[in-house]
């Protein structure tokens, strides 16, 4: 046998891939509704799996609701009815705009604010974006 033979015959017995494994998952919300008001109980961690800071991730959600909300230590409340679907298209939506890299698609970024413009810079393929 050829070195080629045993190349062909080597790709042969190798398994196929079955699944696709992505290292970023998007974690979903976990909260309930008390009265008027939604409580986010994982918020922190969301925040902190993104690599953004409660805040800034907080005003983003906010404003697109329309609602008003705030930190607080037993967690985070959005002052009115919000469902959990509608709260992780937010996030989702937060992440692709501050979190996730535009030419690579990876989130190993970092918010660099210089005068007045915001930039997302890539640590992973070094671009950087301004972000409004």
Same mark, same amino acid.
């Given at each position: 046998m050829t070195y080629e033979d045993l190349l062909k015959s080597a790709k042969k017995e190798l398994p196929k891939i079955t699944e696709k494994k992505e290292r970023f998952v998007m974690p979903k919300i976990r909260g309930h509704i008390q009265g008027n008001r939604t409580i986010l109980s994982n918020f922190s961690q969301i925040a902190q799996h993104l690599g953004r800071t409660q805040e800034h991730m907080l005003k983003f959600i906010l404003k697109e609701l329309?609602?008003?909300?705030?930190?607080?230590?037993?967690?985070?409340?959005?002052?009115? !009815?919000?469902?959990?679907?509608?709260?992780?298209?937010?996030?989702? =939506?937060? /992440?692709?705009?501050? &979190?996730? @890299? !535009?030419?690579?698609?990876?989130?190993?970024?970092?918010?660099?604010? =210089?005068? /007045?413009?915001?930039? &997302?810079? @890539?640590m992973a393929c070094g671009s950087r974006k301004p972000v409004s």
């Open positions: 329309a609602t008003p909300g705030e930190i607080k230590k037993t967690g985070t409340i959005i002052g009115s !009815k919000v469902s959990a679907s509608r709260i992780n298209e937010k996030i989702q =939506e937060y /992440a692709e705009k501050y &979190v996730l @890299c !535009k030419e690579c698609g990876k989130p190993d970024t970092k918010l660099e604010k =210089e005068g /007045a413009v915001t930039f &997302v810079r @890539c």
